[in-house]
Nanobody, 125 residues
């Protein structure tokens, strides 16, 4: 069974940091572009950041540039999202997804082959 499992979410104060992890089981992440997405209540799912299979191409949404960093460790079959200087508007359910496609197709067109179940991030004082 092909699965992506997110972890690392939680409640954090504005200005704080969290690191999300996305671990794959049942398949190797290496051939896939991986993306992080979020969905806030009443809003559409949006691409936050995506990374190509060998990390040569990375995309960030304008709203997170300079604050979030995506990385991957193919040996550990895991992708990370380091989130710094968090804001209340970063609150949402964060998903990771895998796609045998480009970063553009994954992040902007939200075309993925495998989705995780999500981890909640709440930024509040």
């Amino acid at each position: 069974q092909l699965q992506l499992v997110e972890s690392g979410g939680g409640l954090v104060q504005p200005g704080g940091s969290l690191r999300l992890s996305c671990a794959a089981s049942g398949f190797a992440l290496e051939p896939y572009a991986i993306g992080w997405f979020r969905q806030a209540p009443g809003k559409e799912r949006e691409g936050v950041s995506c990374i190509s299979s060998r990390a040569f191409n990375i995309h960030y949404a304008d709203s997170v540039k300079g604050r979030f960093t995506i990385s991957r460790d193919n040996a550990k079959n895991t992708v990370y999202l380091q989130m710094n200087t968090l804001k209340p508007e970063d609150t949402g359910l964060y998903y990771c997804a895998a796609a045998r496609s480009t970063v553009q197709a994954l992040c902007v067109q939200v075309r993925a082959d495998i989705w995780g179940q999500g981890t909640q991030v709440t930024v509040s004082s």
